[in-house]
């Protein structure tokens, strides 16, 4: 455990080399930190703030297996392509941004590979599994000499793929600071390299971009990502590596690019991309996304659970404060309200975005109809019956806890008769629009810069496939994200709170009547400066009920989804949604 006793933000360095090659694993958000390598690990606190880890090998997710040893130099391995890609085959499942797991795969096919330097190539591989759709990743991989070999870390060699006949490997290139480099360097300059269906082609949106990856030492490559690989490039760009790839445009360059050309600047710039021709698709796909960074305290869901922190230290649980009426709590709340709604209202304008197929505007709104909100329905009872079954498996694999148990019996009873109150859905038009929206908006997903925030992270529900992430949508499933954001930080704080100590048994009860006003106040704040800011756009219904429905509809899906995720994750944690549904249960069950 790290703790920081200061009022002060504090850098600190450690001496952890006899842990080289591990991952600290931060405990309550899983989050995985930059492996421990042989020089003192750097670590920034917020004030009052701690990390509490446990320390993860990288080893003990590589397969123990001896590595693969591919004949020839490496461009003949990348010409003749089957040695690798059955090398691919033992080396990606163990990826955790691999998706296909648990799958069999059937084929694995490298379609393209194409050359960056003469250590460094970008393959194009496509799985194929007996059962689904195929799946197509990118992997940069980079030949380490043999001298070099011999003086690396253990992090590095974890992201070992195979072995040449003169003693080099061929590695994962994001696992290195220069390969990173050199992908991302692609990117930053206006050059095409020819592949065998296409070009790689690097598409900078301003000059003088090329210079900053010169020395690899300016690419801090960072190691907390699941679906992709990302890196700060000289402190001022975040370069995004997407690891499956699809035919299209991104969402996280569309989005940002149409909200700053509409006139809304709490996102980050487009500052280039990296393009690749995919066989048998007519659009290329984004291999590389480059960002402008954006100079920040936290996002806002660290910013969040420092204040809850703090105020539980201050004894705010036992004096009023933060209750019922919380002193200048609900501040961030009510921006982050007023922001999300000029979010919407931005992603709304149809000018000066480029029209799509068929003359039809791709940003402009469109009204909702009752077959859309038939599917809105059909969504959300196919959720249900999802999470029911995982509840079912849950029960006979003895998981849950007597809590746990009682909210999912309250749910087998009541759930049709919620259903129920939104019927009417079927049968009568809402007045409001559809939209291009965030697709994945939490606290975790905007920055807090010390007085605003900023939107980041437009790509979406990375599981998803691009058609499915481009379909328009209510706002309010943005803002059904950030309700939902409140309570688990809320209920995270007093977690962590209870975990070193800070919180006495006696006193969980009052803390948590204190937290459950806590998050009723901040959720009502944001909804207050969201309506009051969207106004009278169409975007979402006039009617306060509508509005009301409409939302509790986005509220229940998004708390259904976690219980299934903390399902599968952590168990010990599904009492948190399944207490907001038990709450939406309330009203029908009369209990």
Known sequence: CVANLSRLAQHVELDLREF?????????????????????????????????????????QVDESPLPQLPGSMTEVLRRRAGMGRALQRWMPQRRWFAGKGRTIREVHIDDAIALDDDVALLVVTFSF??????????PIMRLAREIVSGIDSSVSGHAIASLDDGSLVVDAMSVARGAAVVFGAALRRRARRGRHGELRGRPRRTRLAGLVDDPRDENVLGVEQSNSSAIIDGRLIAKLVRRLEPGLNPDVELPAHLLSAGFEHVPGVAATLDVDLAGESNPANVVVVHDAIAHESDLWVKVLD???????????????????????????????????ELHRALAVTEPAPTGRKGREPMA???FTLLWQRSILQTLRNSVRATQRDLRRARRGHVLD????????????????LLERYDELRTRKLDASRIRVHGDLHLGQILWTGSD??????EGEPGLPISQRTIKRSPLADVAGLVRSFDYAGRMAVHTARERGRVADTDAERVDEWRAAWTRANQQALLDEYFADVGDTGLVPADDADRRLLLDVYVLVKSLYEVRYELANRPDWVEWPMSAISDMLVPVSGR
């Open 20 to 60: 080289q090659g591990a991952t600290p694993v931060e405990v309550f958000g899983y989050n995985r930190f930059a492996p421990i390598r042989d020089h003192d690990y750097q670590v920034t606190l917020a004030p009052y703030g701690f990390f509490w880890f446990e320390l993860a090998s990288e080893r003990a």
């Open 130 to 139: 007996t059962e689904g759709d195929d799946q197509r990743y990118t992997v």
């Open 307 to 341: 204040d809850l922190s703090l105020m539980i230290d201050m004894g705010a649980p036992f004096d009023g404060s933060g209750g019922g009426e919380p002193a200048g709590e609900t501040s961030i709340a009510s921006l982050l309200g007023r922001r999300t709604a």
């Open 365 to 367: 709104p469109e009204p």
């Open 402 to 417: 007597e809590t746990a148990l009682l909210q999912a019996d309250r749910l087998d009873d009541d759930i049709d008769r």
């Open 453 to 458: 925030v900023v939107f980041i992270d437009f």
